[in-house]
């Protein structure tokens, strides 16, 4: 069925009949489509097609924009938009994609369209809340989880919830699976960015910390640290890391457990997630699972 869902995508594209919009969307490298799995397990119904192509299509703009302002060279280990043809150009696309999935939105159920809709606001407070985050040092849970809510479980849980609906399912319990899933998975994507390599990240590592976002595994580290070591954590912030810096930073985060503290707490996100739907939700089980002990 995700075949299908890409089907859908580019036929909405191509409604647009605009040549050069379509090149440049074929030229941007589908994801692991999460939102589309959930949606399709949930509620295998035709209807799903289409709500997972608009949210998909809603996240692929979302990312457009996300690096023009991370100033990111490549997105999925491929050039990305704005490096190829520049930052307005990347948002221009974002803003047509966007544009175009809230025309479809418009065709569905009230219930659908204002929780997705409302998701997208949520997505775009988050990702300034990131960049606000960004201007210096920050070791604070409570706004890291806001953050990490609003920029990417928001789109999750609604897409979730929308699901319920469309099978006629308890959307609050499976609009909670869907928030700590996707809590869950941008807490794993901090850890990967860590302990992984370039060529599976398809992008350098530690590159979180030099581009200024304190992820979850740093505060943890942060809380680990003595006073001297605090500070040189925080010297080596939004800096290109020399080999004994990275080193330095490596062991620290090995030697703290700051690394398993953190996966520790996206497996006891997946365990809560888990305990709020029914028990016959297998899949969605197997999806909690992957996702965490995921290595890219």
Do not use: C
Request: aromatic share 8%; hydrophobic share 40%; net charge negative.
């Amino acid at each position: 069925m995700l075949d299908q869902v890409k089907m859908r995508m580019e036929q909405i594209v191509e409604d647009l009949q605009d040549k050069r919009v379509l090149e440049i969307y074929r030229s941007i490298p589908m994801g692991k489509m999460l939102r589309s799995k959930l949606i399709l397990n949930i509620a295998p119904v035709p209807e799903a097609i289409h709500t997972s192509a608009i949210i998909e299509l809603i996240h692929m703009a979302s990312l457009l924009h996300d690096d023009v302002i991370d100033d990111a060279d490549t997105r999925r280990g491929n050039p990305s938009v704005n490096a190829v043809l520049g930052n307005k150009p990347a948002i221009m696309i974002g803003d047509i994609l966007y544009a175009k999935a809230f025309y479809e939105l418009s065709s569905l159920p009230k219930t659908l369209a204002q929780t997705i809709s409302q998701a997208v606001a949520l997505l775009s407070l988050g990702e300034l809340k990131d960049v606000e985050l960004s201007k210096s040092f920050q070791p604070d849970i409570e706004a890291y989880m806001d953050m990490i809510y609003k920029k990417t479980a928001s789109l999750i849980e609604a897409s979730a919830i929308s699901a319920a609906y469309l099978s006629g399912k308890d959307l609050k319990s499976y609009g909670e699976y869907g928030k700590k899933l996707g809590l869950a998975f941008q807490i794993v994507d901090d850890i990967l960015d860590i302990i992984s390599d370039e060529e599976t990240l398809g992008k350098p590592v530690l590159n979180d910390f030099y581009e200024g976002k304190t992820t979850l595994p740093y505060i943890y580290l942060y809380e680990s640290l003595e006073d001297l070591e605090k500070a040189k954590l925080e010297s080596l912030y939004k800096k290109r890391l020399e080999p004994e810096e990275k080193e330095w930073l490596l062991d620290r985060f090995e030697t703290t457990g700051a690394i398993q503290r953190s996966k520790e707490f996206a497996r006891k996100l997946g365990h809560e997630a888990m305990q709020v739907i029914p028990k016959e939700e297998v899949k969605l089980q197997a999806i909690m699972e992957a996702l965490i002990e995921r290595t890219y």
